[in-house]
């Protein structure tokens, strides 16, 4: 898995870097040639001038440093400074000397008019390269740098031309991926060291446009030291985690699920999470649903068997033996669901899931710091609003923080759903999935969902493994969907067909294919 770093933890790594012997000077010198590789390789020779905007930090400095290796490559360039240079301290400082010992220009952005004059410019340039302000912003951007941001913006929008982030788009958030004030749209970002937890989700993937991670040489011992937390899912490592199938198994070696929910109006919900349990490979599924419903369950999947939701202290018998447990899709908040939920929370040992109502249920109740056994949660934005008692908005602006508090605070593997869906763990360890689209925010497609992990659960995968790999599947069968049908109309349905082909790519992606005397073997 891509592993994606705060503004802090890739200080951290660069400081571990820089004290093990390797000098400031040269990671940034490896910054900025790396970023004019990028250039060159993702927007090609550019028919006309480069435009250097650079600021006084070390973003700056990678700017300077850029430059100097497109005029070594007889590429026009210009650099313009949002700074006095008498500002512009440590490394930065040298390799703004460095440019200007080639007798390089460098225009002033400071004074009166100077802005306006740099709009002037972009009319006849190519490309622009931003090396403005870096990941160390935790301001709103204001003045100088606000008015740049917005006179590049205006250029490239209505010019059409790309824009080359050094290092992160000025004005984005590292962290959060948030634009503070103002933030910079970029064509192509030029990340180094590591990519930014900001750069991969939303909205800051849309700032940050195609991003490539420029190897500066962070060593693998500067990355076990300062140990990251957060990784981006990768296909290859994710689907390792679903094991290959014994020759000689049967039903009961993949567990037995069962999933409590369904209401009257929100009987398609349960179905849902059933099939998806059973779709994602699970031995056996049972459909507990309130007894008055039963009789329209009967038959609506044939792989799945029906059981009558017995009064809430008589649910042990029901809880016995089974492998996981998923509960909440479409089951209603009553009081009567209160006390199922409250029951199943407090009674089965085996792995539970719990999802929708079943977290609108435990919401403010502390039933979750009961469980013994181990729990993933599947909020979208609204439900993890009511589990940390805040506005949805909250949770929207930080997504994975919101995730990790919920993770540490209750003990449980949360999966927050949504665009770039997070999954953290009460050990701080997270992941984010690149997997899913648009097509994907219709009614039903949370419960396959809640399903899909259960049926891993059932299976023996571990809480967060099952999490990640459910939420990978999930997504990626969706994306199938989307790719043979379009975005608009997927219904939660579709998925289901596509996850055995989904499981089953992931599984081949994630190991070796077997050698030809070993195939032939397995075929016999």
Known sequence: MLIVVTA???????????????PGPVLMERA??????????RLGRPRGPVVVVCGRGNNGGDGF??????????????????????????????????????????????????????ASRLARTAVVVDALLGTGLNAPVSGLAAAVIEAVNRWAESSGRPVLAIDIASGLAADSGRPLGVAIRATVTATFGCAKIGQVVYPGI??????????????????????????????????????????????????HVLVIAGS???????????????????????LAVPAALQPAFEGRVREVMTAALPDPGEIGSLLAGRAAVVCGPGLGVTDETRAVVAEVVRRTPAPLVLDADGL?????????????????????????????GCETAEVQADRLAAARRVARGEGVVVVLKGARTVIAAPDG?????????????????????????????????APFDAAILGVLAHGAAGDRVAARQ???????????????????????????????????????
């Open 264 to 286: 009257r109006g929100k009987t398609g919900a349960a179905l849902l999470a059933a099939e998806g349990a059973a779709r994602a490979g699970a031995g056996l599924t049972t």
């Open 429 to 461: 360890e997270a992941a984010i999935s690149p997997a899913g689209n648009p097509g994907m925010a219709s009614g039903g497609t949370g419960d396959v969902l809640a399903g899909i992990v259960g049926g891993l659960l059932g299976q023996g995968l």
């Open 206 to 255: 849309d700032y940050t446009g195609i991003l490539d991670v420029v190897d500066i040489g962070i060593p693998p011992a500067a990355l076990a030291a300062v140990h990251p937390r957060t990784s981006l899912l990768e296909r290859g490592e994710v689907g390792r985690l679903l094991p290959p199938r014994p020759r000689d198994a049967h039903k009961g070696t993949f567990g």
């Open 360 to 388: 609108n249920i435990v919401a403010g109740t502390g039933l979750l710091r009961e469980r013994a056994g181990p729990t993933v949660v599947t909020p979208h934005p609204g439900e993890m609003a009511r589990l940390l």
């Open 32 to 41: 900025g040639g790396g970023a004019a590789r990028v250039l060159r390789a």
């Open 486 to 524: 379009g975005e608009v109309g997927l219904l939660a349905g579709d998925l289901l067909a596509e996850l055995p082909p989904t499981l089953a790519e992931l599984q081949a992606t994630g190991r070796p294919a077997p050698r030809r005397r070993e195939r032939a073997r397995a075929d016999t």
């Open 8 to 22: 802090d933890e890739m200080r951290a790594l660069d400081r571990w870097t820089i004290e093990h012997g390797t």
């Open 65 to 118: 440093v850029v430059a100097r290796h497109l005029r070594r490559a007889r590429i026009p360039v210009e650099v313009w400074l949002a700074a006095n240079p008498e500002d512009v301290r440590g490394d930065a400082a040298g390799m703004l000397a460095a440019w200007r010992r080639g007798r390089n220009a460098l225009h002033d952005l400071t004074g009166r008019g100077r802005v306006e004059a740099l």
